[in-house]
Structure formats: structure tokens, C-alpha cells
DNA sequence: CGCTAGATTCACAAACTTGTGAAGTTAAGA
DNA sequence: TCTTAACTTCACAAGTTTGTGAATCTAGCG
């Protein structure tokens, strides 16, 4: 077996790097941990949560299915599970890593930015539920009002969604042109 | 038993209205059902998502745990977990009816409006353990200054959730000076 | 063109979740 | 103060989800 798919993240207990900082796998593994949690109580599937997590605080923010098995404690099998939702939701995207028959999986830099564009799509299906409702209530039945007003909300919700966005890419393209700045 | 809780809402197939709408209680269940299948999507509790949706789509607003249970088809016991997690997070609230000893549970209008505001609290246990993270993995490393990337978003996030929910706010209430106007 | 590392699929078992009936508790009204 | 309608709690059964090992598939490489 090939040694090279250990050089971005080693698995020993701690390791010196460069600027003089220590990687504390235990304090990683809590962190990743804890923040899976709060991903699966926002509603993803644990092991998806797990991987996600997993990748996001490795240095490389690349990963073999064998090393996230490894880190995680978890079967091939159950890699493979979480990995097809993510890359589903493309919050992952799978590499083949030339000159060899193994996957690298990477997370997006944009993941998040892109999985509040995704809520877009689930606010358009709940509006058009909604709709269906206020027709089956009778848009003049007191109900009908009620879900009519909840339908306004969504809608309103959305639209904004859109500016909030725009103002994330200007917020962010500031900062990156700050640090661009402050490493010269 | 009193019949006085029938007043409200019937559960008879059809019911002609003053202005003329039929409820079509057959239509009705497939909007609760359909609605409560996407908050469960979204991540709440199956009982919980369909008393709720059942409440939001009764013409009252208010309804007893034997009208819920008669129109979802469950026991008391279930409609008691279900309004307790309600309860909890402040989407209905409970109302002793006075001369009896029966409880009636009402969806809050501002529901929406209040569930958004409290998903700041969730962003801020998010920050927490994502400022964890970067300590963990040390600020310096590419995995640090990749959390720190991801929490600079959330803040941003919720500094424009209070924005987002006083534009709600001003854009409610035009709407609610406009339909006194045309009442008017 | 076959061998084999690695990914995927599948049936199953373990763990968790959900709703029920029954027992227990509370408080309105006589 | 007693009775009893209504809510709540609890143990359990049914249903669902999750992760595993084993079998299967795929595609680099000799």
C-alpha cells in the first residue's frame, strides 16, 4: 500500500508544524464531534454530518474514504453512504486522484453560501403548498387568511434571501482584498 | 359530553359558509398532511408538524386535544407530546378554556416571525463551537483559517437576520395599514 | 487480459424513535 | 370533600434508521 495519503494529515497524537502549533487530535475529534451534532440537530443524517465535519477540519481539506474511516472509526460502507448525500447536495465533490484507483473527497469552499442558495428551492415548495392550502381553505375562510399571511412571509423571506447573498459576495471579495493587501 | 366544542370548526365532509366557500375537509387534511410532511423534511417531530399544521389550517386558530385527536387520528397521549414540544418552543400556546376544565391550544400569529428570531440562538452555539474549532486546530493552520472562514459567515448571517426581521416588521404592518384602508 | 485495490450495494442486526393503552395526577364542580 | 373529566406519564410494541460485514462491481496496472 502507498504511503502518500499520509502526508497532509498524520494521525499521531500531536504534531509540530512550521509556526510552531501542535495539531491536538483529541481537542479535533471533540471539535468535530460537537459540531456534527449540531449539524445533524439542524436535520442532516449523523454519518453525513460526521464526514463533513471530518473534512472540514483537516488541514488539507481533502480526504481518502480510507481516512475517513479511519478518523471516524466507521466502515468503507458507511463512508460510501455519507459521501453519495454529500456529493448529492454538493457539499463534497469526489476526485480521482490520477495514477491511482482511490477517491479524494473535498469540501466546497463555498458550502455554506451554497447550501443557503439551495434553501431558495425548499421556501419555493413550501409556497406552493401553501398556495394549494389557502385555495383549499377558501382564501375568505378565516384559515385561509391565516395561511395566506404565513404565504406572504415565505415570500418575503425569499427576496431577501436574494440581497443577503449579494451582500455576503461583497462582504467576503472586501475581506479577501484586505488580506490580499495586508500580505503585501 | 358538551357539544360546544363543534362551534368552531365541523368535522363533517362539507360546510356551506356566510360567504358562500364550502370547506372541503377531505382537501384540508391533504394540505395539513402535505404541509406537516415538509416541516418534518425541514426537521421537526412528525406529531408536532401535524398538530401544528392542523391548528395553523382551523378556521379559530384554537382547538382542544380531543378535536386534535379526532382530526389527525391519534391518542391523547400523542396529542400531549406533541403540544408539550410545542409549547416549548413557543409556536402554540396553552389557554385554559374558563368554565371547564378542557385546554385549548392557539397557533401564534407571528409564529414565522418568532420561529427565524430564535434560529439567532442556533447561530450563536454554532459561532461557539466553531471558535472552539479554530483554537483547536490553531489559527494559523489552513484547517483554523478554514472554520474561521465559516464563522465569519454565520456572523455575518445573523447580523443581517435583525435586519431582515425589522424590514418583516415595517413590510407587515404597510400591509396590514393597506387592508384597513380598503375595508375603509 | 487477468489481478487486485478500492468503491459500492445489500441483507441484516442493533439502536433509536414514535405512538399506544393504561395507570396516575390534577382540579372543576357538586 | 368527593367525583370525575381531562391532561400527563410510562412501559412497551411497532416501525424506522443506521452502520456493518460480505458479496459484487469497477478500473488501474502488470
Given at each position: 500500500?502507498?504511503e502518500q495519503?499520509?502526508?497532509?494529515?498524520?494521525?499521531a497524537e500531536?504534531?509540530?508544524d512550521?509556526?510552531?502549533?501542535?495539531?491536538?487530535?483529541?481537542?479535533v475529534?471533540q471539535f468535530?464531534?460537537r459540531f456534527?451534532?449540531?449539524?445533524?440537530?439542524?436535520?442532516m443524517?449523523?454519518?453525513?454530518?460526521?464526514v463533513?465535519?471530518c473534512?472540514?477540519?483537516?488541514?488539507?481539506g481533502?480526504?481518502t474514504?480510507a481516512?475517513?474511516g479511519?478518523?471516524l472509526?466507521?466502515?468503507?460502507?458507511?463512508?460510501?453512504g455519507a459521501?453519495?448525500?454529500l456529493?448529492?447536495?454538493?457539499?463534497?465533490?469526489?476526485?480521482?486522484e490520477?495514477?491511482s484507483?482511490?477517491?479524494?473527497?473535498?469540501v466546497?469552499?463555498?458550502?455554506?453560501?451554497?447550501?443557503l442558495a439551495r434553501?431558495?428551492?425548499?421556501l419555493?415548495r413550501?409556497?406552493?403548498?401553501l398556495?394549494e392550502g389557502?385555495?383549499?381553505?377558501g382564501?375568505?375562510?378565516?384559515?385561509?387568511?391565516?395561511?395566506?399571511?404565513?404565504?406572504?412571509f415565505?415570500?418575503f423571506?425569499?427576496?431577501?434571501l436574494t440581497?443577503?447573498?449579494?451582500?455576503?459576495?461583497?462582504?467576503?471579495?472586501?475581506m479577501?482584498a484586505e488580506?490580499?493587501?495586508a500580505?503585501?
Open positions: 500500500m502507498s495519503h499520509r502526508s497532509a494529515d498524520r494521525t500531536t504534531r509540530p512550521p509556526t510552531g502549533h501542535a495539531r491536538d487530535d483529541e481537542a475529534s468535530v464531534e456534527a451534532a449540531q449539524l445533524v440537530d439542524a436535520g443524517q449523523r454519518m453525513s454530518a460526521r463533513f465535519a473534512l472540514l477540519a483537516s488541514d488539507s481533502v480526504l474514504s481516512e475517513l479511519e478518523r472509526q466507521v466502515s468503507p460502507a458507511a463512508v460510501s459521501i453519495r448525500y456529493s448529492q447536495v454538493d457539499m463534497v465533490s469526489r476526485e480521482r490520477p495514477g484507483r482511490r477517491d479524494r473527497y473535498r466546497h469552499s463555498d458550502q455554506w453560501y451554497e447550501a434553501r431558495d428551492n425548499v419555493t413550501w409556497e406552493g403548498t398556495r389557502v385555495v383549499s381553505l382564501e375568505d375562510s378565516p384559515a385561509g387568511r391565516r395561511i395566506g399571511e404565513t404565504l406572504v415565505f415570500e423571506l425569499q427576496t431577501e440581497g443577503l447573498l449579494q451582500r455576503w459576495r461583497e462582504h467576503r471579495d472586501r479577501r488580506l490580499e493587501d500580505a503585501r
